[in-house]
């Protein structure tokens, strides 16, 4: 568990509402994953680790490393919104990975699903790049969306119905530099 001291200073004295996942259980689990992540795949297959930016940049960093396999790391960064300030569900890829999907091994890792609409959008883009296998990790999964175009085959925790924040999850850009994510 954090301090208190340690919560006030990182969140610049505002209060959080709770502790949902400490930094000691999510290195727990993110170890377990990259163990089931690393035994899923074929002995001597490689893997592209795809990072949806920003989110996923904490998650992707501590998973990579407990994936036991030959591996390539490129990120994604898409716009959920249109031009105005209403989502109007659209997604539009800002960056594009410079690595070839066709024939490789694609991990996709998203720091949390939430209505579903990213990954529904971007799984059909992906998937016309003709890669190999494309399989989705999510550290959070709030279980809210309607079906998903592919379904994760790796969840860290199902998420609680509240606002998160740190591990890389941001408010207004913020306090996505917590080690452990807070509900605010
Ligand atoms: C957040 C999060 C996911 C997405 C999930 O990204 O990182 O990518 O929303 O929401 P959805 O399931 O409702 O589509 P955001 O657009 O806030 O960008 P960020 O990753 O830069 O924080």
């Given at each position: 568990?954090?301090?208190?001291?340690?919560?006030?200073g990182r969140m610049g004295g505002r209060p959080v509402q709770?502790?949902?996942?400490s930094a000691e259980e999510i290195a727990a689990r993110v170890a377990t994953m990259g163990r089931e992540i690393t035994s899923h795949y074929p002995?001597?297959?490689?893997?592209?680790?795809?990072?949806l930016l920003k989110g996923s940049f904490i998650f992707l960093a501590d998973l990579v490393r407990e994936i036991d396999m030959p591996l390539q790391v490129d990120f994604l960064v898409v716009s959920s919104y249109g031009n105005g300030t209403v989502t109007t569900g659209d997604v539009r890829l800002v960056y594009d990975p410079e690595a070839e999907l066709a024939g490789k091994h694609v991990l996709?890792?998203?720091?949390?699903?939430?209505?579903?609409?990213?990954?529904n959008r971007l799984m059909p883009m992906l998937l016309r790049r003709q890669p190999l296998s494309l399989e989705l990790c999510a550290l959070l999964h709030k279980r809210i969306s309607p079906p998903l175009v592919r379904e994760a085959r790796?969840?860290?925790f199902d998420a609680p119905p509240e606002f998160?924040?740190?591990?890389?999850?941001?408010?207004?850009?913020?306090?996505r530099h917590l080690p452990y994510i807070a509900s605010l």
């Amino acid at each position: 568990m954090v301090s208190r001291a340690e919560t006030s200073g990182r969140m610049g004295g505002r209060p959080v509402q709770r502790i949902a996942f400490s930094a000691e259980e999510i290195a727990a689990r993110v170890a377990t994953m990259g163990r089931e992540i690393t035994s899923h795949y074929p002995r001597g297959q490689k893997l592209l680790v795809l990072g949806l930016l920003k989110g996923s940049f904490i998650f992707l960093a501590d998973l990579v490393r407990e994936i036991d396999m030959p591996l390539q790391v490129d990120f994604l960064v898409v716009s959920s919104y249109g031009n105005g300030t209403v989502t109007t569900g659209d997604v539009r890829l800002v960056y594009d990975p410079e690595a070839e999907l066709a024939g490789k091994h694609v991990l996709l890792v998203e720091d949390i699903i939430d209505s579903g609409n990213t990954i529904n959008r971007l799984m059909p883009m992906l998937l016309r790049r003709q890669p190999l296998s494309l399989e989705l990790c999510a550290l959070l999964h709030k279980r809210i969306s309607p079906p998903l175009v592919r379904e994760a085959r790796w969840v860290g925790f199902d998420a609680p119905p509240e606002f998160l924040v740190g591990y890389g999850l941001d408010h207004a850009e913020n306090f996505r530099h917590l080690p452990y994510i807070a509900s605010l």
